[in-house]
């Protein structure tokens, strides 16, 4: 079993109410079990919602307490993040997940690289909150951009 961003899988569950569908990632883990998982609405926004950045910091920051997740209104959404990180959490740990692919540039499921909390579309380095904690859990982490590499392990 693989644990896939449902977007990557054709749901309609990004902020803006699309998808980023990856057809290459479906047909080449299909086999396997796919387990789909949206962090956002595990947390409990909805969809559409308005666009979240974690401002000046990394997931691996929100899970430690340091930083917060605001919305481009300016309101605090870290909660939301937080909880859809943990149960996201849950459900690989229930279905013994050791890898996932998670989309890139998420303030949830990035695990390389992120927006700058500026709403400017600059990218750092850095994981979402949900990419962080996965690889706290021991998760391996791979995006739409980078999922081949599971194939060379």
């Known amino acids: 079993m693989i644990l896939i961003s449902a977007c990557l899988l054709g749901v309609n569950c990004k902020y803006d109410g699309s998808n980023s569908l990856a057809p290459d ?19 409990g ?18 899970l430690d ?3 917060r997740v605001l919305n481009s209104n300016g309101e605090d959404v870290t ?7 943990i149960e996201t959490a849950k459900i690989a740990k229930k279905s013994n997940i ?17 927006y700058d909390g500026t709403f ?3 990218l750092i380095d850095g994981d979402g909150v949900t990419g962080a904690l996965l690889k706290r859990e021991g998760i391996q982490v791979y995006s739409e951009k980078n999922y081949l590499d599971i194939l060379l392990k």
């Open 98 to 114: 050791k890898r996932a692919i998670l989309k890139s540039n998420s303030p949830s499921c990035s695990s390389s690289l992120i």
């Open 65 to 67: 307490g340091e930083v």
């Open 79 to 85: 909660t939301f993040f937080l909880k859809g990180a």
């Open 45 to 62: 926004l909805g969809t559409p919602r308005i666009p979240s950045e974690i401002l000046s910091g990394t997931g691996k920051d929100v």
């Open 25 to 43: 990632i479906i047909s080449k883990f299909e086999k396997e079990g796919i387990i789909p998982v949206c962090p956002e609405q595990l947390g």
């Open 120 to 122: 400017t579309s600059k």
